[in-house]
């Protein structure tokens, strides 16, 4: 049988896990995405994932429906990444390597597609500008940019995510473009 989510939900408060399952495996890749885009970084975006899972079920009860399931799984996922990447503030040196030795490998793969070396130098520039440059942007701005331009969310939505009025989802969203705008500037001076 397959549940809307709203069917899924009450299957789970009726005592059905298997219910919990569905709304898992529905919506995990998406957790997942959101997750890894915040954190830039793989096994922290899983840690946050499974944290975000197991708050979500512990506090399903609280789920009142007045959004949509997504709205308020995203709002979990979200407060659930920011709180693991204030824990992990001390540990940002190991996080920067773990970022690089990910941005090599994607280097080296794209050497394998054959791209030309101009094409992967200019690639390997953006790459190199943008984590640091999205890692510079405070946790509002970089959760709204993250969820805007990677997840295509409306600014309505992740003002309800992030619990924030709509021009202040909309203001950290600009905020942030005008940032990476900056330090992305040079290069695109550079490709004319």
């Not at 896990?17 to 995405?33: K, S």
């Not at 693991?84 to 941005?103: F, L, T």
């Not at 940019?145 to 990677?150: E, G, I, S």
């Amino acid at each position: 049988m397959e549940w809307t989510d709203t069917e899924a939900v009450a299957q789970v408060r009726a005592g059905n896990p298997d219910a919990f399952r569905v709304l898992v495996e529905r919506h995990g890749r998406a957790v997942f995405r959101l997750a890894y885009r915040m954190t830039g970084n793989e096994q922290d975006a899983e840690d946050a994932v499974q944290e975000t899972f197991l708050r979500a079920f512990r506090q399903l009860k609280h789920f009142d429906g007045r959004s949509a399931f997504t709205t308020w799984l995203y709002r979990v996922c979200t407060n659930c990444t920011i709180d693991g990447m204030r824990s992990k503030k001390k540990h940002e040196q190991q996080r920067v390597r773990e970022r690089e030795d990910a941005e090599m490998s994607l280097l080296e793969q794209q050497k394998s597609n054959a791209p030309s070396a101009e094409q992967l130098a200019h690639s390997g520039e953006i790459s190199a500008r943008l984590e640091p440059a999205l890692a510079e942007l405070t946790l509002m701005e970089r959760t709204a940019f993250v969820m805007r331009h990677y997840e295509g969310l409306g600014i309505e939505e992740i003002s309800r995510i992030l619990e924030v009025q709509p021009n202040a989802a909309k203001h950290s969203v600009f905020r942030a473009v005008q940032k990476l705008r900056r330090a992305l500037e040079p290069l695109m001076e550079g490709a004319r």
